[in-house]
């Protein structure tokens, strides 16, 4: 079955940088869409960046210019690059993936989480 191990969180102090890695594995034809989202206790999980199959990435308001979002396809891993982090940035990040395309629009990729299927357990990232 596929699975989707995140990694790279921890606490970093405002203004440094953390790099996210998803490992993805389990499937023989890779997803339509894969993407970043963050959640906090009472709060809804934000779609932060998505990437689709050609490379195309979309940007939350709150990560562009920030944040950025690759796939290193031989060893099936996203990654999500993040600079200039702020105490609000700090929140659980989970890694997804859309196996079916509801993701797919019509330039990129969705950011809302009823579009992805396919979900990570999350790794913590506080900034202080």
């Known amino acids: 079955h596929v699975q989707l191990v995140e990694s790279g969180g921890g606490s970093v102090h405002a203004g440094g940088s953390l790099r996210l890695s998803c490992a993805a594995s389990g499937y023989t034809r890779g997803p339509y869409c894969m993407g970043w989202f963050r959640q906090r206790p009472g709060k809804e999980r934000e779609g932060i960046a998505a990437?689709?199959?050609?490379?195309?990435?979309t940007y939350a308001d709150s990560a562009k210019g920030r944040f950025t979002i690759s796939k290193d396809t031989t060893n099936n891993t996203l990654l999500l690059e993040m600079n200039s982090l702020s105490p609000e940035d700090t929140d659980m990040y989970y890694c997804a993936a859309d196996f079916v395309g509801r993701a797919v629009v019509r330039v990129g990729c969705s950011l809302h989480r009823r579009d992805f299927s396919t979900w990570g357990q999350g790794t913590q990232v506080t900034v202080s």
């Open positions: 990437i689709d199959r050609d490379g195309v990435s």
